[in-house]
């Protein structure tokens, strides 16, 4: 069994990071923290706190990055919810023994030094969820 204990973040795909980090903190006037780049995902990420979650922003390093093939089909947008877990090993598993497609079947490591998955949006209502243990 697993425990969802909140919304983590929300990601927004965005095709240039540095205008959207003004917007975010120039006319919202929120903090935006530094920058990380993700290899594994071919992303560049940058986190504002907004209360107790997150947005997070995502600008694709690669042309065949997910983030650059999502704005791609559909523009520049709410890309996933994220939702921190207690543990995201537990919640893989039992997901999928109650038969949820998942993308990842074992946990990556994403932004911040989160432990990550995917549970494909066929399975969650057409929303790309993303499971977050953080320690």
Same mark, same amino acid.
């Given at each position: 069994?697993?425990?969802?204990?909140?919304v983590?973040?929300?990601?927004v795909?965005?095709?240039?990071?540095?205008?959207t980090?003004?917007f975010?903190?120039?006319?919202?006037g929120?903090?935006?923290?530094?920058?990380?780049?993700v290899?594994q995902?071919?992303?560049?990420?940058?986190?504002?706190?907004c209360g107790?979650?997150?947005v =997070?922003?995502?600008?694709?390093t @690669?042309?065949?990055?997910p983030v /650059?093939?999502?704005?791609? +089909?559909?523009?520049? &947008?709410?890309?996933?919810l994220a939702?921190?877990?207690?543990?995201?090993e537990?919640?893989?598993?039992?997901?999928?023994?109650?038969?949820?497609?998942?993308?990842? =079947?074992?946990?990556?490591?994403? @932004?911040?030094?989160?432990?990550? /998955?995917f549970?494909?949006? +066929?399975?969650?209502g &057409?929303v790309?969820l993303?499971?977050?243990?953080?320690?």
């Amino acid at each position: 069994m697993f425990k969802i204990l909140k919304v983590d973040h929300v990601g927004v795909a965005v095709k240039n990071l540095a205008a959207t980090k003004n917007f975010y903190s120039e006319v919202l006037g929120l903090t935006v923290f530094g920058e990380e780049l993700v290899e594994q995902q071919k992303v560049k990420v940058c986190f504002i706190p907004c209360g107790d979650s997150e947005v =997070e922003l995502l600008e694709s390093t @690669a042309p065949d990055g997910p983030v /650059a093939k999502f704005i791609e +089909k559909n523009g520049e &947008g709410i890309q996933h919810l994220a939702l921190r877990v207690d543990n995201v090993e537990n919640a893989l598993a039992d997901l999928k023994a109650k038969g949820i497609r998942l993308i990842d =079947e074992v946990p990556r490591y994403g @932004a911040g030094g989160a432990k990550i /998955a995917f549970i494909h949006p +066929k399975s969650s209502g &057409g929303v790309l969820l993303e499971l977050s243990e953080r320690q």
